[in-house]
């Protein structure tokens, strides 16, 4: 019950202050942990494709087991003393484990420079929260990633690490965020990442297949409660959900598309080589830049439902 508690307030407090500037956050600790382990096992297991695979799956296993194993320890420690001191540690690590406020305020930084104008301001804005090269993007195609991007991290940085939280609290919102933050790392099919990342990749696909699925139909919930074109959500979503080399990702985009009433997706740069996709949606009407904040009202919608669901069922569960 507790860790319920720190979720709701966690959620709130993200919204409330996002990710501060100068505040120590925890997944940059993971990210340091990462590269130190990778660098590590690259030097222990030799530089073979069979070493380098078993030296990702040593990656895995270390940077889940402290990441996941430290968070925990603290809490037992914090709730011994007093459940007032766990809760309290506990909701600010929820809050950190989500990521709502600043998945909004970075993408309407990209709005914001579209409006006035600024085209290479907007690029660079937009370079900020996509992998993909964007010094060549027209407006259409800087609002398209945006709107791309807002879609997917619904699911990886809001719905799914929540998901994570509710089952087993911030221990475990801890755990998926290392997951989720090696394959961001290291789950490339470039060198040298191609067979050191290929562990990471798949577990990420693994702890996400779930709780995308979950992902597109709670946005699908929210879009239609909002007013947009549900019944083009559920077509785009069953039609184009595969739409994409990640088992997952097209999930929310595809709903998103529907919802929108947008074509997303595309062949896209990524290092100056230019990767062959699949296009998600139809486009029934051109992009603009209020898509973004349209995108990011959606964003919110699907989180409140998210919250309201995965409390009410672990409160069902619980009593």
């Known amino acids: 019950m507790w860790s319920l ?7 709130c407090l993200d919204l409330l202050i996002g990710d501060p500037h100068g505040i120590p956050h925890p997944v940059v600790y993971i990210g340091k942990l990462i590269d130190v382990t990778e660098k590590g096992m690259r030097k222990l297991f030799p530089k073979t494709v069979r070493g380098e695979n078993f030296a990702g799956a040593a990656i895995w296993l270390v940077v889940v087991t402290v990441s996941t194993g430290l968070p925990a320890v603290i809490l037992c420690l914090a709730y011994g003393v007093s459940h007032w001191l766990g809760l309290a540690l506990e ?4 809050a950190q484990i989500l990521a709502t406020k600043s998945l909004r305020q970075e993408s309407m930084k990209v709005y914001a420079a579209l409006k006035t104008g600024d085209l290479e301001k907007a690029r660079y804005a937009v370079s900020m929260i996509v992998g993909r090269d964007t010094e060549a993007l027209d407006e259409a195609g800087v609002a398209r990633a945006a709107v791309e991007t807002v879609a997917e991290n619904t699911s990886d940085g809001i719905i799914a690490p929540m998901l994570f939280l509710a089952i087993g609290g911030a221990p475990l919102g801890f755990f998926y965020k290392a997951v989720n933050t090696m394959d961001s790392m290291l ?3 470039e060198m040298p990442y191609k067979n050191v990342g290929l562990v990471p990749a798949k577990m990420d696909d693994v702890f996400n297949y779930i709780p995308a699925r979950i992902s597109a139909l709670l ?4 879009g239609s409660l909002l007013g ?21 990702s097209a999930q929310t985009e595809s709903v998103c598309a529907g919802l929108m009433g947008l074509r997303l997706a595309g062949d896209a740069w990524y290092h100056g ?19 973004i904040p349209l995108a990011c ?3 919110y919608g699907t989180a409140f439902l998210g919250l309201l669901v995965f409390s009410v069922v672990k409160y069902l569960i619980l009593f």
């Open 5 to 11: 508690c720190a979720l709701i307030l966690g959620f």
């Open 91 to 94: 909701t600010i690590m929820c």
């Open 187 to 189: 789950g490339y099919v």
């Open 219 to 222: 946005m699908l919930g929210a």
């Open 228 to 248: 947009l074109n549900g019944k083009n959500g559920w077509k785009i979503f069953r039609r184009d959900r595969y739409n994409h080399a990640s088992p997952n």
């Open 273 to 291: 080589v230019l990767h062959k996709k699949k296009f998600i949606g139809d486009p029934i009407r051109e992009i603009v830049p209020e898509d």
């Open 297 to 299: 009202r959606l964003l």
